[in-house]
């Protein structure tokens, strides 16, 4: 049969085993109170390094491991650079709106002025448009998107 042993003197075991540390060491009017920050915060940076060397290492592989499952090559360059001659495009249309060439109403998708913008942002970044299998019909569906028809053009006539 085991002894248990009395709570007093697990508690003067513990007082001899635990070492003192600085952060125990209080002030006068801390008296109560147990200052932990010197503990904790090199605690934090260790557990921040450990998951940003896990990150580090793990979200290529993720990123690797999608791309060889779903076949879908990102890009991050690839995508700034076709967002780029889409809001050029976008540019182009609002200049046309401004100037009265085309009508608010006009800005969609199957509009000839909006598909020639949409076949020259292909052109101009032929790479990445292929990269990204980019059609006419998509690149024109991003133009209208990006024109704010609002803030240009006529305004509208009430009647």
Avoid: C, W
């Amino acid at each position: 049969m085991m002894r248990a042993f009395p709570a007093t003197a697990v508690l003067s075991l513990t007082a001899i085993v635990i070492p003192p540390f600085p952060a125990a060491a209080q002030s006068v009017a801390n008296a109560g109170a147990i200052d932990l920050s010197a503990v904790v915060q090199p605690l934090l940076a260790v557990i921040g390094t450990v998951i940003s060397g896990l990150l580090a290492i793990y979200v290529p592989r993720g990123l690797a491991a999608f791309q060889q499952r779903t076949g879908i090559q990102l890009s991050d360059q690839q995508r700034a650079v076709v967002l780029g001659a889409v809001r050029t495009a976008a540019g182009v249309v609002e200049t046309k709106l401004d100037q009265g060439v085309m009508r608010a109403g006009h800005v969609e998708i199957a509009n000839p002025v909006v598909r020639a913008e949409a076949v020259a942002a292909i052109n101009a970044v032929p790479a990445a448009a292929a990269a990204l299998n980019l059609t006419v019909d998509r690149v024109a569906r991003m133009i209208v998107g990006a024109v704010d028809t609002a803030a240009h053009g006529a305004p509208p006539q009430t009647v």
